[in-house]
Protein backbone atom coordinates (compact mmCIF):
# COMPACT_ATOMS: atom_id res chain seq x y z
CA UNK A 1 0.00 0.00 0.00
CA UNK A 2 1.46 3.21 -1.08
CA UNK A 3 2.02 5.91 2.12
CA UNK A 4 1.31 9.61 1.46
CA UNK A 5 4.51 10.63 3.60
CA UNK A 6 8.02 8.51 3.59
CA UNK A 7 10.61 9.35 5.99
CA UNK A 8 14.11 8.76 6.48
CA UNK A 9 16.91 9.24 9.10
CA UNK A 10 20.38 8.87 9.94
CA UNK A 11 21.46 10.14 6.43
CA UNK A 12 24.09 12.81 5.84
CA UNK A 13 25.05 14.08 1.97
CA UNK A 14 26.49 10.77 0.65
CA UNK A 15 25.52 10.60 -2.70
CA UNK A 16 25.09 7.09 -2.90
CA UNK A 17 22.81 6.79 0.37
CA UNK A 18 20.49 9.97 -0.54
CA UNK A 19 20.08 7.80 -4.32
CA UNK A 20 19.36 4.89 -2.64
CA UNK A 21 17.24 6.29 0.43
CA UNK A 22 15.16 8.61 -2.52
CA UNK A 23 14.98 5.31 -4.32
CA UNK A 24 13.08 3.16 -1.59
CA UNK A 25 10.35 6.91 -0.55
CA UNK A 26 9.71 6.55 -4.10
CA UNK A 27 8.22 3.42 -4.21
CA UNK A 28 7.29 3.64 -0.96
CA UNK A 29 5.00 6.78 -2.00
CA UNK A 30 2.98 4.87 -4.75
CA UNK A 31 6.31 5.45 -7.31
CA UNK A 32 7.04 7.65 -10.13
CA UNK A 33 3.87 10.29 -11.13
CA UNK A 34 2.24 9.79 -14.07
CA UNK A 35 4.30 13.10 -15.57
CA UNK A 36 7.39 11.29 -14.98
CA UNK A 37 8.23 9.33 -17.92
CA UNK A 38 10.82 8.74 -20.41
CA UNK A 39 11.49 11.64 -22.26
CA UNK A 40 10.01 13.87 -20.20
CA UNK A 41 11.28 17.47 -19.32
CA UNK A 42 11.44 17.37 -15.84
CA UNK A 43 11.92 20.71 -13.43
CA UNK A 44 13.48 20.37 -9.81
CA UNK A 45 12.25 23.81 -8.52
CA UNK A 46 14.98 24.26 -5.90
CA UNK A 47 15.04 26.54 -2.48
CA UNK A 48 17.53 28.48 -3.40
CA UNK A 49 16.74 31.37 -0.96
CA UNK A 50 20.20 33.10 -0.73
CA UNK A 51 23.66 32.85 -2.65
CA UNK A 52 24.99 31.43 0.46
CA UNK A 53 27.37 27.67 0.58
CA UNK A 54 25.05 24.14 0.99
CA UNK A 55 26.55 24.37 4.38
CA UNK A 56 24.88 27.43 5.82
CA UNK A 57 21.20 25.22 5.98
CA UNK A 58 19.64 27.59 4.02
CA UNK A 59 19.35 26.14 0.10
CA UNK A 60 18.29 22.80 -0.77
CA UNK A 61 21.75 20.86 -0.87
CA UNK A 62 23.41 20.00 -4.45
CA UNK A 63 23.69 16.33 -3.22
CA UNK A 64 20.29 15.83 -2.66
CA UNK A 65 19.45 17.40 -6.12
CA UNK A 66 22.04 15.76 -7.99
CA UNK A 67 20.86 12.32 -6.29
CA UNK A 68 17.15 12.84 -7.89
CA UNK A 69 19.11 13.77 -11.17
CA UNK A 70 20.76 10.47 -11.52
CA UNK A 71 17.40 8.90 -10.45
CA UNK A 72 15.67 11.07 -13.23
CA UNK A 73 17.82 10.18 -16.36
CA UNK A 74 17.82 6.84 -15.10
CA UNK A 75 14.61 7.12 -16.39
CA UNK A 76 15.33 8.84 -19.45
CA UNK A 77 14.10 12.08 -18.21
CA UNK A 78 15.78 15.85 -19.03
CA UNK A 79 16.32 17.55 -16.52
CA UNK A 80 16.23 21.49 -15.26
CA UNK A 81 17.19 23.20 -11.43
CA UNK A 82 15.65 26.41 -11.21
CA UNK A 83 14.17 29.12 -8.15
CA UNK A 84 14.08 32.85 -8.20
CA UNK A 85 15.58 33.91 -5.17
CA UNK A 86 14.74 38.13 -4.31
CA UNK A 87 18.32 39.10 -4.97
CA UNK A 88 18.70 37.50 -8.76
CA UNK A 89 17.54 40.55 -10.34
CA UNK A 90 21.45 41.38 -10.67
CA UNK A 91 22.03 37.90 -12.19
CA UNK A 92 21.38 34.37 -11.12
CA UNK A 93 24.89 32.84 -12.05
CA UNK A 94 26.17 33.93 -8.51
CA UNK A 95 23.06 31.74 -6.73
CA UNK A 96 24.05 28.66 -9.09
CA UNK A 97 27.91 29.37 -7.72
CA UNK A 98 27.94 29.54 -4.46
CA UNK A 99 24.66 27.36 -3.89
CA UNK A 100 26.73 24.68 -5.41
CA UNK A 101 24.88 23.87 -8.41
CA UNK A 102 27.02 24.76 -11.25
CA UNK A 103 28.41 21.00 -11.35
CA UNK A 104 25.25 19.46 -11.70
CA UNK A 105 25.30 20.81 -15.07
CA UNK A 106 28.79 19.30 -16.39
CA UNK A 107 28.25 16.23 -14.01
CA UNK A 108 24.83 15.39 -14.74
CA UNK A 109 23.70 17.24 -17.60
CA UNK A 110 20.99 19.18 -15.70
CA UNK A 111 19.84 22.22 -16.97
CA UNK A 112 20.39 25.70 -14.66
CA UNK A 113 16.98 27.56 -15.52
CA UNK A 114 16.70 31.53 -14.56
CA UNK A 115 13.06 32.11 -13.82
CA UNK A 116 13.57 35.38 -14.81
CA UNK A 117 14.82 35.20 -18.59
CA UNK A 118 12.03 32.66 -18.81
CA UNK A 119 9.39 35.19 -18.78
CA UNK A 120 6.21 34.60 -16.59
CA UNK A 121 2.22 34.36 -17.24
CA UNK A 122 -0.25 36.22 -14.91
CA UNK A 123 -2.99 33.96 -13.47
CA UNK A 124 -5.69 34.24 -11.04
CA UNK A 125 -5.76 32.00 -7.92
CA UNK A 126 -8.02 32.95 -4.71
CA UNK A 127 -9.24 36.07 -6.69
CA UNK A 128 -5.99 37.97 -6.92
CA UNK A 129 -3.47 37.70 -9.93
CA UNK A 130 -0.13 36.34 -9.95
CA UNK A 131 2.85 36.05 -12.26
CA UNK A 132 4.36 32.83 -12.01
CA UNK A 133 7.49 31.87 -14.15
CA UNK A 134 6.81 30.01 -17.43
CA UNK A 135 9.49 26.88 -16.76
CA UNK A 136 7.01 25.84 -13.49
CA UNK A 137 4.28 25.92 -16.21
CA UNK A 138 5.16 24.86 -19.29
CA UNK A 139 7.96 21.65 -18.30
CA UNK A 140 6.18 18.39 -18.54
CA UNK A 141 6.22 17.94 -14.75
CA UNK A 142 7.72 19.72 -11.47
CA UNK A 143 9.35 18.42 -8.41
CA UNK A 144 9.27 20.80 -5.17
CA UNK A 145 12.47 20.59 -3.84
CA UNK A 146 12.23 21.98 -0.67
CA UNK A 147 14.50 22.95 2.39
CA UNK A 148 13.49 22.35 5.85
CA UNK A 149 14.18 25.67 7.97
CA UNK A 150 12.88 28.28 10.11
CA UNK A 151 11.65 31.50 8.98
CA UNK A 152 10.96 34.53 11.41
CA UNK A 153 7.61 35.19 9.67
CA UNK A 154 6.48 31.86 8.46
CA UNK A 155 7.78 29.68 11.54
CA UNK A 156 9.04 27.43 8.93
CA UNK A 157 10.33 27.03 5.08
CA UNK A 158 8.98 23.60 3.84
CA UNK A 159 7.47 22.58 0.51
CA UNK A 160 3.99 25.19 0.24
CA UNK A 161 6.33 28.17 0.98
CA UNK A 162 8.71 26.47 -1.38
CA UNK A 163 5.91 27.76 -4.57
CA UNK A 164 6.48 31.67 -3.23
CA UNK A 165 9.81 31.17 -5.74
CA UNK A 166 7.52 30.64 -8.41
CA UNK A 167 7.28 34.21 -8.82
CA UNK A 168 9.81 35.92 -10.36
CA UNK A 169 11.85 38.43 -9.48
CA UNK A 170 10.56 41.46 -6.65
CA UNK A 171 6.96 40.44 -7.18
CA UNK A 172 7.90 38.16 -4.14
CA UNK A 173 9.46 41.79 -2.55
CA UNK A 174 6.27 43.89 -3.15
CA UNK A 175 3.37 40.61 -1.94
CA UNK A 176 5.29 40.49 1.16
CA UNK A 177 5.89 43.95 1.80
CA UNK A 178 2.00 44.36 0.81
CA UNK A 179 1.11 41.42 3.50
CA UNK A 180 1.42 42.75 7.28
CA UNK A 181 0.69 39.97 8.93
CA UNK A 182 1.71 36.17 8.90
CA UNK A 183 -2.00 34.56 7.94
CA UNK A 184 -1.83 37.52 5.31
CA UNK A 185 1.42 36.56 3.47
CA UNK A 186 0.26 32.74 3.96
CA UNK A 187 -2.88 33.21 1.80
CA UNK A 188 -0.91 34.68 -0.88
CA UNK A 189 1.50 31.69 -0.76
CA UNK A 190 -1.15 29.16 -0.59
CA UNK A 191 -2.24 30.74 -3.50
CA UNK A 192 0.60 30.59 -5.15
CA UNK A 193 0.74 27.33 -4.51
CA UNK A 194 -2.38 26.04 -5.87
CA UNK A 195 -1.25 27.69 -9.61
CA UNK A 196 2.08 25.59 -9.75
CA UNK A 197 1.50 21.59 -10.48
CA UNK A 198 3.88 19.93 -8.30
CA UNK A 199 4.19 15.99 -9.21
CA UNK A 200 5.73 15.63 -5.96
CA UNK A 201 7.87 16.49 -2.95
CA UNK A 202 11.29 15.92 -1.68
CA UNK A 203 12.32 17.58 1.41
CA UNK A 204 15.78 18.50 2.09
CA UNK A 205 16.21 18.34 6.34
CA UNK A 206 19.49 16.48 6.67
CA UNK A 207 21.00 20.08 6.88
CA UNK A 208 18.39 21.50 8.48
CA UNK A 209 17.76 25.13 10.76
CA UNK A 210 15.93 26.22 13.45
CA UNK A 211 15.55 29.34 16.00
CA UNK A 212 15.65 32.53 13.68
CA UNK A 213 16.05 31.35 10.36
CA UNK A 214 17.11 31.87 7.65
CA UNK A 215 19.41 34.45 8.17
CA UNK A 216 22.16 34.38 10.48
CA UNK A 217 19.98 34.08 14.40
CA UNK A 218 19.25 30.39 12.56
CA UNK A 219 21.01 27.10 14.03
CA UNK A 220 22.27 25.11 11.69
CA UNK A 221 21.71 21.32 12.51
CA UNK A 222 22.51 17.53 11.19
CA UNK A 223 19.01 16.16 11.32
CA UNK A 224 19.38 13.76 8.95
CA UNK A 225 16.35 13.83 7.15
CA UNK A 226 14.66 13.37 3.86
CA UNK A 227 11.56 13.24 3.10
CA UNK A 228 9.05 12.28 0.44
CA UNK A 229 5.73 12.76 -0.40
CA UNK A 230 3.18 13.69 -3.48
CA UNK A 231 1.24 16.28 -1.53
CA UNK A 232 3.47 18.87 -0.30
CA UNK A 233 0.03 20.12 2.10
CA UNK A 234 0.89 16.25 3.75
CA UNK A 235 4.32 16.36 4.18
CA UNK A 236 4.18 19.68 5.85
CA UNK A 237 1.82 18.54 8.40
CA UNK A 238 3.96 15.55 9.22
CA UNK A 239 6.84 17.42 9.62
CA UNK A 240 5.58 20.07 11.95
CA UNK A 241 4.04 17.36 14.13
CA UNK A 242 7.67 15.94 14.34
CA UNK A 243 8.95 19.89 15.53
CA UNK A 244 6.16 20.13 18.00
CA UNK A 245 4.02 22.65 16.61
CA UNK A 246 1.39 19.96 15.24
CA UNK A 247 -0.03 19.60 12.13
CA UNK A 248 -1.89 22.59 11.57
CA UNK A 249 0.86 24.83 13.64
CA UNK A 250 1.79 26.79 10.04
CA UNK A 251 -0.55 29.42 8.65
CA UNK A 252 0.42 28.39 4.90
CA UNK A 253 -0.38 24.75 6.22
CA UNK A 254 -4.02 26.01 7.06
CA UNK A 255 -3.82 28.64 3.85
CA UNK A 256 -3.23 25.68 1.89
CA UNK A 257 -5.96 23.23 3.20
CA UNK A 258 -8.67 26.23 2.95
CA UNK A 259 -7.82 26.18 -0.67
CA UNK A 260 -8.46 22.46 -1.13
CA UNK A 261 -4.52 21.38 -1.35
CA UNK A 262 -4.52 18.98 1.25
CA UNK A 263 -5.40 15.29 0.86
CA UNK A 264 -9.07 14.14 1.85
CA UNK A 265 -9.27 12.31 4.75
CA UNK A 266 -7.85 12.44 8.48
CA UNK A 267 -3.80 12.39 9.17
CA UNK A 268 -1.22 11.03 6.46
CA UNK A 269 0.24 7.64 6.23
CA UNK A 270 3.52 7.63 6.90
CA UNK A 271 6.36 5.17 6.25
CA UNK A 272 9.42 5.21 7.79
CA UNK A 273 10.37 8.21 10.91
CA UNK A 274 12.45 10.85 12.15
CA UNK A 275 12.91 13.21 15.21
CA UNK A 276 14.10 16.76 15.67
CA UNK A 277 14.91 16.87 19.35
CA UNK A 278 14.69 20.38 20.96
CA UNK A 279 14.27 22.24 17.89
CA UNK A 280 13.13 25.65 18.31
CA UNK A 281 10.21 26.57 16.23
CA UNK A 282 10.52 30.95 16.11
CA UNK A 283 6.90 31.98 17.45
CA UNK A 284 4.83 34.53 15.14
CA UNK A 285 1.75 35.13 16.37
CA UNK A 286 2.16 38.65 17.40
CA UNK A 287 2.27 39.94 13.65
CA UNK A 288 -1.60 38.58 13.88
CA UNK A 289 -2.20 40.90 16.25
CA UNK A 290 -1.97 43.63 13.78
CA UNK A 291 -5.60 44.28 13.12
CA UNK A 292 -6.05 43.85 8.99
CA UNK A 293 -7.52 47.47 8.80
CA UNK A 294 -4.85 49.26 9.79
CA UNK A 295 -3.77 48.66 5.94
CA UNK A 296 -1.64 51.11 4.64
CA UNK A 297 -0.20 52.88 8.05
CA UNK A 298 0.72 49.08 9.64
CA UNK A 299 2.45 48.07 6.41
CA UNK A 300 4.31 51.32 6.50
CA UNK A 301 4.89 50.80 9.97
CA UNK A 302 6.18 47.26 10.46
CA UNK A 303 8.01 47.13 7.43
CA UNK A 304 11.11 45.05 8.13
CA UNK A 305 13.55 47.39 6.48
CA UNK A 306 17.15 46.48 7.19
CA UNK A 307 20.21 47.78 8.35
CA UNK A 308 23.63 47.52 8.59
CA UNK A 309 25.32 45.78 11.83
CA UNK A 310 29.18 46.71 12.76
CA UNK A 311 30.78 43.82 10.12
CA UNK A 312 29.70 46.00 7.43
CA UNK A 313 33.54 46.74 5.80
CA UNK A 314 31.58 49.36 3.35
CA UNK A 315 32.44 47.47 -0.07
CA UNK A 316 29.01 48.66 -1.61
CA UNK A 317 28.42 45.70 -3.01
CA UNK A 318 24.74 46.43 -1.22
CA UNK A 319 24.18 49.94 -2.49
CA UNK A 320 25.04 48.63 -6.31
CA UNK A 321 22.93 46.08 -5.88
CA UNK A 322 19.59 47.47 -4.72
CA UNK A 323 16.63 47.72 -7.37
CA UNK A 324 15.17 50.68 -5.09
CA UNK A 325 18.71 52.84 -4.50
CA UNK A 326 17.84 52.92 -1.28
CA UNK A 327 21.49 52.74 0.12
CA UNK A 328 24.01 54.85 0.47
CA UNK A 329 28.01 54.77 1.95
CA UNK A 330 28.56 56.83 4.80
CA UNK A 331 31.13 56.93 7.04
CA UNK A 332 32.22 53.60 5.56
CA UNK A 333 28.79 51.89 5.86
CA UNK A 334 25.74 51.22 4.46
CA UNK A 335 23.14 53.37 5.02
CA UNK A 336 19.17 52.38 4.43
CA UNK A 337 16.59 54.81 3.23
CA UNK A 338 13.65 53.86 4.99
CA UNK A 339 11.22 55.65 3.08
CA UNK A 340 12.76 54.23 -0.24
CA UNK A 341 13.16 50.37 0.63
CA UNK A 342 10.57 48.16 -0.83
CA UNK A 343 11.71 45.45 1.84
CA UNK A 344 12.67 43.02 -1.27
CA UNK A 345 15.86 41.97 1.16
CA UNK A 346 18.11 41.61 -1.86
CA UNK A 347 20.56 43.59 0.37
CA UNK A 348 20.28 40.97 3.52
CA UNK A 349 21.12 38.20 1.00
CA UNK A 350 23.83 39.31 -1.11
CA UNK A 351 25.90 40.81 1.67
CA UNK A 352 29.05 38.78 1.70
CA UNK A 353 30.19 39.63 5.25
CA UNK A 354 26.66 38.94 6.47
CA UNK A 355 26.33 42.49 7.51
CA UNK A 356 22.64 43.14 6.90
CA UNK A 357 19.97 42.43 10.00
CA UNK A 358 16.76 42.04 9.59
CA UNK A 359 15.32 43.86 12.93
CA UNK A 360 11.72 42.32 14.34
CA UNK A 361 9.44 45.52 14.26
CA UNK A 362 7.80 44.71 17.04
CA UNK A 363 10.44 43.70 19.30
CA UNK A 364 12.21 46.88 18.59
CA UNK A 365 8.68 48.70 19.70
S1 LIG B 1 27.42 44.55 1.05
FE1 LIG B 1 27.57 44.22 3.26
S2 LIG B 1 29.68 44.76 3.79
FE2 LIG B 1 29.27 45.61 1.75
S3 LIG B 1 28.57 47.73 2.17
FE3 LIG B 1 26.73 46.45 2.05
S4 LIG B 1 26.35 45.85 4.19
FE4 LIG B 1 28.44 46.61 4.11
S1 LIG C 1 17.64 48.51 1.05
FE1 LIG C 1 15.55 47.74 0.81
S2 LIG C 1 15.13 47.90 -1.38
FE2 LIG C 1 17.36 48.04 -1.14
S3 LIG C 1 18.09 45.94 -1.41
FE3 LIG C 1 17.79 46.27 0.80
S4 LIG C 1 15.72 45.56 1.19
FE4 LIG C 1 15.88 45.82 -1.03
Redesign the pocket.
Known amino acids: MAHDVALRSGLTYDGPAIEEALREMIEETGGWPGRIVPGARVLLKVNMLAAKAPERGITTHPAVVAAMAVLLKERGCRVGVGDSPGGAVGGVERYWRNCGYEPLAADHGVELVSFERAGSLSLESGGRVYNIARPVLEWDAVINMCKFKTHMYCRLTNAVKNAFGAVPGLGKAVLHSRAVRPADLAVHIANIYALVPFDMVVMDAVLAMDRRGPGTDGRVRLDGVLGVARNGVALDMVMSELVGIGPLGLETTRAALARGCGLPGGAPSVSGSASFPGFEVPLTWMYNLVPGFAGALARWALRRVPR ?1 NSR ?8 RSCPAEAIT ?1 RGG ?2 VMDRRKCIVCLC ?1 HEL ?3 N ?2 DVPNPLKRR
Do not use: D, K, N, Y
Open positions: SCTGCGFCALRACCPEAI
